[in-house]
């Protein structure tokens, strides 16, 4: 696989048919030791071909497998409640949270942090 990329990589560059020796070089660069049976085999099967019709190619082989995500869907959240009845909810919340904010205050604990 990292002998590929570095193919797609050299590609991309502009190198439209890259040699075993620029593949080396891009895989030294970051460290890699090129295996040459592998970087000899990658270069036969992609000796004389377009690297654009090989990713159209392969995109379209792609497109026909199945992709896994057959588990459920996404469990949908609950329903918003209707009418005054959610605006009456929302309002009786918020004084509950101001309370929680006196209580967690330093007065209420009678000292202060910096006392």
Do not use: C, W
Request: net charge negative; aromatic share 2%; no cysteine.
């Amino acid at each position: 696989m990292k002998h590929l990329a570095a193919y797609l990589l050299l590609g991309l560059g502009g190198n439209t048919s890259p040699s075993a020796d620029d593949i080396k070089g891009v895989l030294e660069s970051v460290g890699i030791d090129a295996e040459e049976d592998r970087l000899e085999t990658l270069l036969s099967e992609l000796k004389g071909k377009d690297l654009q019709e090989l990713i159209t190619e392969g995109s379209s082989k792609l497109a026909s497998v199945p992709s896994g995500g057959g588990g459920g869907g996404a469990a949908g959240g609950a329903a918003a409640p209707s009418g005054g009845a959610g605006a009456a909810a929302a309002e009786a919340e918020k004084p509950a949270e101001k309370e929680e904010e006196k209580e967690e205050s330093d007065e209420d604990m009678g000292f202060g942090l910096f006392d």
